[in-house]
């Protein structure tokens, strides 16, 4: 049972235009969501979060948007860099979890930026 | 620097032969985990630890084992590795220095192929 789902395996935009990534999640119990990138050969890196109490959190080039009713998030690249393209992964955690660290990660999403 | 590092990177062997991934971080983090990837998946927890001589089972345990006897090192043991083992693995240390959002800083990954 795939809690946290990215349903769009890849995404090709072209530079300077915005890219949104988009991530649906089932459990409501989630509180806090992060956005993880990832390189080729690397592990993947923290980008961004949103606790469950906001619907927006931004970031230079990068804004994540929530919205708890449809269980939905998504990230907005603004604009897109070919240093951008990469695998970027949706995270969900949930407190009760009891601070095992845990976080509860989507399938992931490709973006090619195209210069 | 804060890292966490992974040993070997690339690993291929047969079945049944036991082999350990060896993972250390020095960012004095307690909780530790192992996550791997597979394709149309994303991650998934294997194992994490809380702190010294506490581990747990996350997600996808079976075949796998773990230790932590020191806070820095948790290395991730396969005494009889099968074929589904092959993947790409990541070791992963969390950081509360965001409040209750647990970064996660993974290791640059080990990929693993079973025969």
């Known amino acids: 049972d795939q809690q946290v789902k990215q349903n769009s395996p890849s995404l090709s935009v072209q530079e300077g235009r915005i890219s949104i990534l988009n991530c649906d999640y089932t459990?409501?119990?989630?509180?806090?969501f992060l956005w993880y990138k990832k390189y080729p050969a690397e592990g993947p890196t923290f980008l961004i979060s949103?606790?469950?109490?906001?619907d927006k959190n931004e970031d230079g080039r990068f804004t994540v948007f929530l919205n708890k009713s449809a269980k939905h998030l998504s990230l907005h690249i603004v604009p897109s860099q070919p240093g951008d393209s990469a695998v970027y992964f949706c995270a969900a955690s949930a407190n009760g979890s009891g601070n095992t660290g845990k976080l509860i990660f989507g399938q992931g999403t490709t973006l090619q930026v195209k210069p | 620097e804060a890292q966490v590092t992974q040993n070997p990177r690339y690993l291929i062997t047969v079945t049944g032969k036991k082999l350990t991934v060896t993972c250390s971080q020095n960012?004095?983090?307690?909780?530790m985990s192992w996550y791997r990837q597979d394709p149309g998946l994303g991650l998934r927890q294997i194992y994490y630890?809380?702190?010294?001589?506490?581990?747990d089972k996350g997600d996808v345990p079976e075949g796998y084992k773990v230790s932590r006897k020191e806070k820095r090192n948790f290395p991730l043991i396969l005494e009889s590795p099968s074929p589904n083992q092959t993947s790409l693995y990541f070791c992963a240390s969390t950081s509360y220095d965001l409040g209750p959002v647990p970064e996660q800083f993974f290791g640059p990954g080990t990929r693993l192929t079973v025969l």
């Open positions: 960012m004095n983090h307690e909780y």
């Open positions: 459990n409501s119990m989630f509180d806090y």
């Open positions: 630890s809380m702190n010294v001589e506490v581990t």
């Open positions: 949103i606790s469950s109490i906001k």
